[in-house]
Each structure stands twice: as C-alpha cells, then as structure tokens.
C-alpha cells in the first residue's frame, strides 16, 4: 500500500539494491547526485570524458560551469543525457556498471549528435570536453 500513498516516502532504488545503509529517500537531488551509485557513475564519466571535476550540485543541475554560455550549453545537453540514462536503469531497478552505463551514454549521445549538427558543433568545439587527440 505504500506505492499508493506519496507521503511514505520510498527508500533509494539503487541504495536499496547495492543495501547502502542506512537506506536514504530517494529525493531528486539524492537519485541523481548524492546516491553513492550515482555519484560514482557521473563522476568517472566526467573525468574520462570531460576536462572539469564534477561540479557541485547547483552547477551540476544547472550546467553553470563556466561564463561562456556557449560551453555551458554543450555541458547542458551531457548533463540531461547522464540523467536520462540513469533515470532509465532507475525504472528498470537495475545499477549498472560503469562500462554498461558508459555505454548507454555513448549511445545517447551519438544519437543526440546524429540528430542535430548544431549540437555537434557545440561539443566538438567545446573545450569542457576531452577531444581525440588531447592529453
Ligand atoms: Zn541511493
């Protein structure tokens, strides 16, 4: 009866699967942030594909990483996409390993690139981003 009433408030989806305990409530900024799950899957994202430290939260979320609008803008479209993917194996009660997320991401990705040169563009010119080539 407590999928019924919003109050009780559900356990972590991936806390409850990996038994991080104490079991936090699975709030937005914990599923996609503070979750150890989590945390540690946008965190070595970030550092194998981008030249930034993950953010913190409010710059995260909101992709405020630099003045330049333009860079922010390409960071945008990389935040919205790990979200969705964890969003996905949240829904699916699954936690992924790096390499399997690392690959749906991938494939978000490409598809998103695919779809929209504008979007190529701006992460292909988009010094947040490790680029072919760089050290
Ligand atoms: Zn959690």
């Given at each position: 009866m407590s999928k019924f009433n919003i109050s009780i408030g559900a356990g972590c989806t991936f806390c409850t699967i990996s038994k991080n305990l104490p079991v936090e409530k699975e709030t937005i900024l914990h599923l996609f942030y503070y979750c150890p799950t989590t945390n540690n899957l946008i965190d070595q994202w970030i550092k194998k594909?981008?030249?930034?430290?993950?953010?913190?939260p409010t710059r995260f979320f909101t992709a405020?990483?630099?003045?330049?609008e333009g860079l922010n803008s390409g960071f945008q479209t990389a935040t919205e996409i790990l979200l969705y993917t964890i969003w996905q194996y949240k829904l699916q009660k699954k936690v992924p390993s790096a390499q399997s997320f690392n690959t749906d991401v991938d494939y978000y990705f490409s598809s998103c690139l695919k779809a929209s040169h504008k979007l190529w563009e701006q992460i292909f010119n988009n010094r947040l981003f490790r680029h072919y080539g760089d050290e």
């Amino acid at each position: 009866m407590s999928k019924f009433n919003i109050s009780i408030g559900a356990g972590c989806t991936f806390c409850t699967i990996s038994k991080n305990l104490p079991v936090e409530k699975e709030t937005i900024l914990h599923l996609f942030y503070y979750c150890p799950t989590t945390n540690n899957l946008i965190d070595q994202w970030i550092k194998k594909y981008c030249k930034i430290q993950l953010p913190e939260p409010t710059r995260f979320f909101t992709a405020a990483i630099t003045p330049d609008e333009g860079l922010n803008s390409g960071f945008q479209t990389a935040t919205e996409i790990l979200l969705y993917t964890i969003w996905q194996y949240k829904l699916q009660k699954k936690v992924p390993s790096a390499q399997s997320f690392n690959t749906d991401v991938d494939y978000y990705f490409s598809s998103c690139l695919k779809a929209s040169h504008k979007l190529w563009e701006q992460i292909f010119n988009n010094r947040l981003f490790r680029h072919y080539g760089d050290e």
